[in-house]
């Protein structure tokens, strides 16, 4: 499976070592096969390479194939670990089989593990010649789809670009105040933003800061048949005849708002509007 996830990967020596060496063989360390012991003791058949900037092991770990990814420091980062459709935290099979995807054929299931970071299940689909990758909180959030258009048959890449860059303690602090149940999936550094997509409790939310660690604002998808009534009736009086096509809820500083797609024939617009009804001109 081969994710298209951009994330700028840790530099350093390892990286220029890379260039020529991926997949060979790694002169190792007691400091690494140490940390590797400890968080897996039991792991077996042990095979050591260097993939970007990173260690990895590849083992068997309670007879589960288990890949490992250290940085130069010898810190743990991610694990991937092949997991069978049953195992799947039952939320997230429930999510599945309600998707579009679920006459799809799985060909694959993992477990991602990543530093300070939320647990991701993956689960690899195919039908005809089209595959995908559905990335699931263990709440059973869809919180990434990626469609696989990579020919490659090596997969020993997998997962390497999902290795997150952490948040700040600054940023930590202000989503933990903002949403002390959220937990975080991912981080992005893009167009001068900081992204950091999180989960809270069973919705997925993009917060944004500048790199300043200045909240900018929250976008959170939203389903058009859970909007509000007051929202709906605005669109009706103020837009007769349009379809409310997409929708999305905004925190911003100045206040929040819902943003709306709405569609009637071939006219297509955005319209802001206030949790109250109110449209933002």
Known sequence: M???????????????????????????????????????????????????????????????????????????????????????????????????????????????????????YVIEVEKANKEVDLYYSPTGVLVKTVVDTDNDQDDSDDYIHYIPQQPTTGINKIIAQKYPKAKIVEVDHENGRIEVEIVDGNVRRDVYFDHSEKWLYTQTDVRVSSLPQLVVKAISTSYPGYRIDDAEYWETPAGNYFLLEIERGKSEMKVRVSPTGQIIR
């Open 2 to 120: 081969k994710t298209k996830i951009l994330f700028a990967l840790a530099a350093g020596m390892f990286m220029m070592q890379s260039c020529n060496n991926d997949d060979h063989p790694l002169a190792q360390t007691d400091n690494v096969e140490a940390v590797l012991a400890a968080k897996y003791p039991s792991a077996k058949n042990v095979e050591w390479k260097t993939q970007g900037s990173y260690k990895v092991a590849d083992f068997k770990y309670e007879n589960t194939s288990t890949v490992a990814w250290f940085d130069q420091y010898a810190q743990w980062q991610m694990t991937e670990t092949d997991i069978p459709y049953r195992s799947l935290p039952a939320a997230v099979k429930k999510a599945f089989e309600s998707s579009e995807y679920a006459t799809w054929r799985i060909e694959d299931v993992d477990k991602i593990e990543r530093l300070n970071m939320e647990t991701v």
